[in-house]
């Protein structure tokens, strides 16, 4: 039996149905799934990326700090000679300084103060033991000389900062620093003769610094960290990590290969794939990280990696939705070149048109959803599909969003962080250069903050932070800004000022709202700074140099009995 023209072209207008169908379904499927690993790669690098900017700033972090306790110790002379009974009351208030520093930055295991003499005799020290802070003293005291971030420090000018190599800690001088991943930031100490004395030095626990930056990660994230030499510093596995130690080398460019460039200083930042035999292909994002501008020498290199498999998981629903869309349009294919084999043709082209703009361009265009026929459920569907694909894009970037914010802002009050305020204030001081206007930096500290955590717990303590944070919020003027400096400790920068002599009367009414009772969840409290203020450009002409003179007046006002103010020295203002 013969079949006829019409048949055959019915038959022929089926096959191409099918087979335009089932290749626009796989053209889109493929595309989406590109779209989506595309996507997650650049959230990786994103995510690396902001990690690695948090990272060098807990250690500048912990290099001013360690600068301020040095001068802390130049001003008070524990290492030099002095009677007894002096020597002992400037180490007790030294311990006690070290103590309210590791109070506020868990990330510290220790903070020492090592003599220049006696072979480099620890004279304070004050670690972590668990949940408590305990002072070192007497015997258990060590000699440290023969250590590279003792002698190397010694060597250093004033002001100078070392960063020692990350390595797991084998001092046997410490209750919670054996075999942890940890770095030594020191600074040494002078006397009024610029006469080494002996250095400070702070102790940081990385483990818990990556603890803090990976809190609002997502949990399938696997965090690396290695050396100048590619050693594996920090590893999803704990055993591949600082295998030098053990004798053996694993290093990240024989996981990641392309790392490679990163290592030669090839490339800044890069993303890369590595078979995993656990979890199928890796896809990891990793970035380069200079240490010379956190006091350090070298670099580190930081990176990301997500089991591919995870990353197009989301598109496993979009791919059964297109398996069944394939179905059901080759049967309609059928049906239709039966019925209509000329008639289909153009609608359906004008489709495979409008999915591949989107594909390719990610462009809605105009479909026939209004048509009741086989037409309008084909053009339904695929709007559908274009629907899922752009939700899944959306939550993305949305993702990404956030990860921006989280790098710029406190999670607790919602004011800027230190980063965003460095920024400010160098935008500000720019303007301030170029209009010749001036500016005012005030650095506030809540007085006996610790005793309301203690008394009535860190959720109240959280709660008068909020409230402070909003209250010195409404304190400003919309030009101005506010954000958390850490802790307790707020910073506030009033920009494009006409005379510096306006900031006292400024000054004055912030020191008078704390004078008012607080209602705070139920609790009726006495909420009282200390603040102290410095002025561009009397006191500095940098965001440092003014940030250290707002600090040190505030800690006159703390020296002068606390719930006042302070401006700099030279102003004779208080």
């Given amino acids: 039996m013969k079949l006829g023209i019409g048949a055959k072209l019915a038959g022929l207008i089926a096959c191409f149905g099918i087979l335009v169908t089932g290749l626009t379904g796989y053209y889109s499927y493929v595309n989406s799934q590109a779209l989506l690993l595309n996507a997650a790669e650049q959230n990786l690098l994103a995510a690396a990326q902001v990690l690695g900017r948090n990272l060098l700033a807990s250690l500048d ?61 620890e004279r304070v020290r004050v670690e972590r033991n668990g949940a408590e802070l305990l002072r070192i003293e007497g015997a258990q005291l060590q000699e440290k000389a023969h250590f590279p971030y003792v002698f190397e420090t010694l060597r250093l000018p004033v002001g100078a900062v070392r960063l020692s190599k990350i390595v797991t800690a084998h001092e046997e001088d410490g209750h919670e620093v054996l075999n942890r991943p940890s770095l030594q930031i020191s600074s040494p100490v002078f006397d009024a003769s610029t006469k080494t004395r002996g250095l400070v030095v702070i102790t940081l626990d990385l483990n818990q610094v990556f603890s803090q930056l990976q809190t609002d990660l997502p949990s399938s994230y696997q965090l690396y960290l290695s050396n100048p030499q590619g050693d594996f510093l920090i590893h ?27 290592l030669a200083g090839e490339r800044r930042s ?60 080759s ?11 000329r008639a289909v043709t153009g609608p359906l082209n004008a489709m495979v048109q409008a999915i591949q703009r989107f594909s390719s361009e990610r462009q809605l265009s105009s479909l026939p959803l209004q048509r009741r026929d086989e037409i309008g459920l084909l053009a339904r569907s695929f709007d559908q599909m274009q629907t899922e694909i752009l939700k899944h894009l959306h939550e993305l970037n949305e993702n990404r969003r956030a990860l921006d914010h989280l790098s710029q802002h406190d999670p607790l009050t919602g004011l800027p962080n230190r980063r965003l305020f460095l920024d400010r204030l160098e935008q500000a001081l720019a303007n301030a250069r170029r209009n010749g206007t001036a500016l005012a930096v005030l650095f506030v500290d809540l007085d006996h903050f610790k005793e309301i955590n203690d008394r009535f717990g860190h959720g109240l303590g959280d709660a008068v932070l909020t409230t402070v944070a909003a209250l010195l919020k409404s304190a400003i003027r919309e030009v101005d800004s506010v954000a958390r400096w850490g802790g307790d400790e707020f910073v506030i920068l009033f920009d494009a000022m006409d005379s510096p002599r306006h900031v006292q009367n400024i000054v004055q009414k912030l020191h008078q709202r704390f004078q008012s009772r607080m209602l705070i969840e139920g609790q009726e409290l006495k909420i009282h700074a200390s603040i102290g203020v410095s002025l561009y450009p009397s006191d500095g002409e940098t965001a440092e140099t003014l940030l250290l003179q707002a600090d040190r007046a505030m800690y006159r006002a703390k020296k002068d009995g606390r719930n006042t103010f302070s401006f700099n020295e030279h102003d004779g203002d208080s």
């Fill in 61 to 121: 972090n912990g290099s001013k700090d360690v600068r301020v306790l040095a001068s802390l110790a130049q001003a008070s002379r524990p290492v030099g000679n002095l009677d007894q009974a002096t020597v002992q009351r400037l180490e007790s208030e030294l311990s006690d300084t070290f103590s309210s520093l590791l109070t506020v930055h868990p990330e510290y295991l220790q903070v020492r103060l090592i003599s220049a003499d006696w072979f480099g005799l």
């Fill in 236 to 262: 999803p596995d704990p055993m591949q990590a600082f295998g030098f130690e053990r004798g053996r080398r694993i290093l990240i460019q024989d996981q990641f290969p392309p790392v490679a460039a990163l």
């Fill in 270 to 329: 890069l993303i890369a794939q590595a078979p995993s035999t656990q979890n199928g292909n890796l896809v990891g994002a990793f970035v380069r990280l200079p240490l010379d501008q956190v006091g350090g020498t070298g670099f580190l290199i930081i990176g990301l990696s997500q089991p591919k498999a995870v990353i197009v998981e989301a598109g496993a629903h979009l791919a059964r939705r297109i398996i069944q869309i394939v179905t059901a349009l």
């Fill in 331 to 341: 049967l309609l294919a059928i049906f239709l070149a039966v019925l209509v084999s």
